[in-house]
């Protein structure tokens, strides 16, 4: 059985799933309503060209996105709001045109850093393959909203592979993001990909197990999906408690998605 593409070419698929999204959809479709409140498709689009922006100055031009960093506001919502404001401005083809570019200028410069080496970023300089990954979690949250804001159903293939590994690595975010600490106590995790591979991390008799279905699992990090819509299961009390804080990014939690207000993906 083949594995899953490399980080950079699952990146690159998981931009173009977004991009068929938005090809041909006409500019009034594009001030739709998605789940996140007070955000549009404008307002998804926008915000991934600026995160692409950061990631591809951060490859190329580790000096000035350093600078950059330094300016910014110790107001995370405040940041990203300013970051979206130039791309917002522009009319739906323009926006999407800026959008692409920053995607291809940002997977050109990821890919000419050794992978050995390590990029700026926001909270600590990280290999260039994770935050390739970071990227992935990016474009898989802001491309459901998008999808959930014109009633489409994406592709899942093992690409998922790297989101999962990523949202491991970034287990604790969720007690970060609420001022908690993280348990003592090591995590299993078994997740299944679309084509039925089964990723593991942690110890097989860890007390605290996550399992479930790689789609279902990535819905439940990037808080696109409630736990109780997921085909996600915890064993352990840690476990149970971590499925309602679970997310892969730093910064506030977001309100996420309530109880029953999408129908399960596995309906």
Known sequence: MAGPPSVLAALEQEADQVDRLLAG????????????????????VAHLAATFRLA???????????????????????????????FLADPPEVLLQRWREERANAVVALAAVPADQVVPWLVRP????????????ELFGHG???????????????????????????????????????PDEPFRFEITGPSGVVWDFGPADAANRITGPAEDFCLLVTRRRHHSDLAVRAEGEAAVRWLEIAQA?????????APGQFTPARA
């Open 56 to 86: 591809g100055l951060a490859a190329a031009d580790p000096a000035a996105f350093t600078a950059l960093a330094a300016t910014l506001s110790p107001d995370f919502d405040a940041n990203v709001a300013h970051a979206m404001r130039p």
């Open 144 to 182: 459901q909203d998008i999808a959930d804001a014109l009633g489409a159903r994406r592709e899942v293939t093992d690409r998922l592979g790297h989101l999962v590994g990523f949202a491991v690595r970034t287990w604790d975010f969720g007690y970060l993001a609420r001022g908690a600490t993280a």
């Open 126 to 137: 990280l290999p260039p393959g994770v935050l390739a990954a970071a990227g992935m979690m």
């Open 249 to 257: 990014y730093r910064g506030p939690a977001g309100q996420g998605r």
């Open 25 to 44: 959809l006409e500019a009034p479709r594009w001030a739709l309503p998605t789940p996140a409140p007070g955000w549009t498709i404008s307002h998804q």
